[in-house]
């Protein structure tokens, strides 16, 4: 397969270059580019300077051991004592860390940085005397309250590395978590509120505790937040292990010395999926994660502490929760929003409320929730005052650029610039990404690397590939928050990432590099399909099918086909406007056609989708990922797998019982 196939067909010519006042106060310039191209290792010394060592390191690189990198040699650091204490110390104790809200309205708690501090050191001494210590595993299973994050703060006190399971997941992925890193600890809640509703958690801890009891990782204490005062059921109390946190937690001291710890201490395991059923545990260790983590969130998101309030709308469960939520932005003493709850509850303007109330100025969502929003109408968010938004921020998906745009004129004002933040649960942190005060951004394009990171698109021989041409996404240079290993198999850390090409980090993503050498990433490779030899990227064509006024959201699979083997085919969500003219009958086929023939248009006829359906809903992880392999089973007319990580499984049986109207040609 070579990557000069690769068709470059999609035409954006839309430019946006940074507002003057942004760009004349800009925390990082363009010669910070230079600066870190000229003297690599110097440059993330400098980056490591915004922090409070204990030791200073030996070596701010040690690559000797490739794929094992180790940064900031002989440092030493605490995770905790940097996103608290130290801003405490310089006088900003008052200073609102976390403004929390509840889904319930009114339910709502601001956490100054003194407060966060007592809170942390609680926890701590809670967990000490569960018999934590340093290097103990313990797994966090809540939701989005702030016990979640005092938690987190307090392993990394300790050194007690921890694991978030995202509160969306089953009891058995919950135990396959605990049981692979070991935990013996884990912290949950009663439930959590969503869609107004308390939703129990417990019950799957129980589930899990259960099914490890007795075995080589059972866990020896859960502590329970009460945060919904549900009912926990007849067997929901097990005395011999389950604690109350307000029980253990709340008697606790407020002081707590915390010890530095090998800047290469572990600071957590992050479980995401793989190629294979065995979910992998990324492993992410102190001081390099909290020198990538803290300057690209003061970077790329043009941070300033003293006036910004920042919201970053994931959920602590995934990394993004990790990097942007908690560890960036506290050791950045940034303020920032933590919302519960879902978007729509109790009205789709929830959002836009808080971003009103707080005064928010910084915000970093996903395209997926970016869609849903467009799908819903302007009107909504046009009800609230987003005059304080100055940047705005994407990721987990490549933003197909009518979403780019729409969020840009309605959530922005039309001037606040998008940040398409390219990265991955292993990175760590931010890569490729505009900076907001520098580059001239294009809807769709993740654009450059940072300063410090060496990213490149090259073919299958690991070759650069020319501007014009798509390849591989992969990185040259190790970069500080990288993951150092796969928890307890480094064998699977060689082989997953570093085997393709020599000492090259292969992240598993296509990527084209345009006209002036700017990156657009295309998604998973598996994701790109190969349709006569030309290669089309699922996204591409979903930015196609997005574009036309009556599309709220659309998935492409690539099927195999007889004549061109692989062929695009679509399943599209319609905006509410549409779905009414689409049911009188005999609309439905027209709009397929007219939707084949607007693909043709945006992209060029070899994209055109062999096959339509348009459909109530899409099969979505629980990160709001699409589950391609799903709607490939359907375009192929398999059965359908596995569905276990669906958020709504039903959602398959919708599609297929729409699969009987589908427009087959
Ligand atoms: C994969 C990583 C990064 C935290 C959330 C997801 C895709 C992520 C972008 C972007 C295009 C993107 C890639 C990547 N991705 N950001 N800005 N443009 N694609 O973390 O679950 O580890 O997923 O998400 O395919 O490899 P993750």
């Not at 065995?278 to 043009?302: E, N, Q, R």
Request: hydrophobic share 40%; aromatic share 8%.
């Amino acid at each position: 397969m070579s990557s000069e196939t690769l068709s470059n067909l999609s035409h954006e010519d839309r430019r946006f270059p940074p507002p003057a006042d942004l760009a004349a106060s800009a925390n990082v310039k363009a010669d910070a580019y230079d600066a870190a191209a000229n003297d690599f290792e110097g440059f993330w010394a400098a980056q490591a300077e915004r922090l409070d060592w204990g030791q200073k390191w030996e070596r701010v690189l040690n690559w000797d051991n490739p794929p094992f990198a180790k940064w900031f040699e002989g440092a030493t650091i605490n995770a905790s004592v940097n996103c608290v204490d130290r801003h405490v110390a310089a006088g900003k104790g008052d200073k609102v860390a976390i403004h929390w809200v509840g889904e319930p309205e009114d339910d709502t708690r601001d956490i100054t940085y003194a407060q966060l501090q007592d809170e942390v050191n609680k926890a701590t001494n809670a967990l000490i005397s569960l018999g934590v210590e340093k290097g103990d595993r313990v797994a966090i299973y809540l939701p989005m309250i702030p016990e979640c994050v005092f938690t987190m703060l307090a392993c990394a006190r300790l050194g007690a590395p921890h694991t978030v399971v995202f509160g969306g997941f089953s009891a058995d992925a919950l135990a396959s978590r605990v049981e692979d890193c070991g935990a013996k600890v884990v912290v949950t809640s009663d439930g959590g509120y969503r869609r107004g509703a308390p939703s129990a958690l417990k019950p799957a801890v129980d589930d899990a505790v259960a099914k490890l009891a007795g075995g080589e990782h059972a866990v020896e204490h859960v502590l329970v937040v009460r945060r919904t005062g549900q009912d926990l059921g007849e067997n929901g109390w097990n005395d011999d292990v389950d604690k109350w946190w307000h029980d253990v937690v709340d008697g606790q001291s407020s002081e707590h010395e915390a010890e530095m710890h090998d800047s290469e201490h572990p600071l957590y395991v992050m479980y995401t999926s793989g190629t294979t059923g065995k979910p992998k545990g990324i492993l992410h260790t102190t001081g390099g994660y909290l020198v990538g983590t803290s300057y690209t969130h003061w970077a790329v998101f043009d941070l300033k502490p003293d006036t910004d309030v920042y919201w970053c709308t994931a959920d602590v469960g995934w990394v993004t929760g990790h990097s942007y939520l908690v560890y960036g932005p506290l050791a950045n003493g940034a303020t920032q929003v933590m919302y519960e709850g879902v978007p729509d509850s109790p009205h789709k303007g929830r959002w836009w409320e808080i971003v009103e109330k707080y005064g928010v100025t910084i915000f970093y969502t996903a395209p997926t929730a970016i869609r849903t929003f467009m799908k819903w109408g302007r009107e909504i968010p046009d009800k609230f005052d987003l005059s304080s938004v100055r940047v705005l921020g994407s990721v987990g998906e490549p933003i197909n650029p009518e979403a780019y745009v729409w969020y840009r004129d309605t959530i922005g004002a039309g001037k606040a610039p998008v940040v398409d933040t390219w990265w991955q649960t292993e990175t760590g942190q931010i890569l490729i990404s505009p900076l907001p005060g520098v580059t001239e951004a294009k809807p769709g394009s993740a654009m450059t690397p940072l300063p410090g990171i060496d990213a490149d698109v090259v073919n299958d021989e690991g070759e650069s590939v020319p501007d014009g041409s798509g390849g591989y996404l992969i990185l040259r240079k190790p970069w500080p928050a990288m993951l150092r290993t796969i928890w307890g198999d480094d064998e699977r850390y060689k082989d997953t990432y570093w085997s393709r090409w020599p000492d090259v980090y292969f992240a598993g993503d296509g990527a084209k590099k345009d006209e002036d050498g700017d990156v657009w990433v295309l998604g998973r490779v598996d994701d790109v399909m190969n349709v006569s030899g030309h290669r089309l990227s699922t996204t591409e064509i979903e930015s196609a099918l997005v574009s036309h006024p009556k599309v709220a959201e659309a998935a492409v699979v690539g099927a195999t086909d007889e004549m061109t083997g692989q062929a695009p085919c679509a399943f599209v969500i319609l905006r509410e406007s549409a779905i009414a003219e689409a049911d009188e009958p005999g609309e439905g086929g027209d709009l397929v056609q007219e939707l084949r023939n607007h693909v043709a248009k945006e992209i060029g006829a070899i994209a055109k989708p062999r096959q339509i359906l348009v459909v109530p809903e899409l099969p979505k992880t629980r990160s709001g990922k699409i589950m391609r392999r799903l709607l490939r089973d359907v375009a192929e007319n398999r059965e359908i797998g596995d569905v276990t990580t669906l958020a709504d499984s039903s959602v398959m049986n919708l599609i297929q019982s729409g699969m009987s109207g589908s427009s087959d040609e």
